[in-house]
């Protein structure tokens, strides 16, 4: 339960596309990660303008986990198109993302079923493309030390899985570092040992990163 607990969603690592071709057709996948209904239709139009030849630009996207759900065949026959890249969506786990699957018509019909396989498969070859990572809450720690504790402590911070997000230099230094959520206290508490207790930890904010550990 704690690690369920520890992984809040699956997120694209990037936006990608990835071309395939299925009997003389050319299939562009794109896929981007989106936080709004808003940033999909911008992907959809933007893909709709850059690829304004193109014989369709299918689309689908969902956004929390699957509780908001869109698609178009956009000139397809009905459930050929649109329907299978929202199944690939909702198989590949990431909750917030659009795929918008372009297709250039080679000549040759490919039939229901082919149209399905193959606008499945260009959604799923774009989404692999991208990546998909693990998202996680962490916890934005700002440590204040002397110049040689910090030698010792940004040699001991890698084994944490944390990452280092500022550093300022003056009388002493501050770090500003982000771990997860689950180790955050741990942290605090091996850096105050590791200082006899001259270095205290401070969270001073919390946000979804990309989780460090193994799943």
Not at 116 to 124: I, P
Request: proline share 2%; glycine share 8%; charged share 25%.
């Amino acid at each position: 339960m704690a690690e369920k607990e520890k992984i809040a969603r699956l997120a694209l690592a990037k936006r990608a596309s990835a071309e395939m071709t299925e009997r003389k057709s050319l299939f562009i996948g794109t896929a981007a990660p989106i936080a709004s209904e808003a940033e999909a239709r911008e992907l959809i139009e933007e893909m709709r303008r850059k690829y304004h030849d193109a014989t369709h630009n299918v689309y689908a996207y969902q956004l929390s986990g699957g509780a908001i759900a869109r698609y178009s065949d956009d000139g397809e026959p009905q459930g050929t198109a649109g329907i299978p890249v929202l199944n690939i969506l909702k198989m590949s786990g990431v909750s917030d993302l659009c795929v918008v699957v372009t297709r250039y018509f080679g000549g040759i019909l490919l039939g229901a079923g082919g149209l399905v396989r193959a606008y499945a498969a260009s959604a799923k070859l774009a989404i692999e493309t991208a990546g998909i990572v693990a998202m996680t809450d962490f916890a934005i720690l700002r440590i204040r030390c002397s110049y040689s504790e910090y030698q010792k402590i940004t040699a001991a911070l890698p084994k944490w899985g944390v990452t280092e997000d500022d550093t300022q230099y003056d009388d002493a230094v501050t770090v500003t570092v982000g771990v997860e959520n689950t180790r955050a206290e741990a942290l605090m508490q091996f850096l105050s040992e590791m200082t006899n207790g001259r270095v205290a930890a401070q969270i001073v904010g919390h946000e979804e990163r990309p989780c460090t550990q193994n799943l």
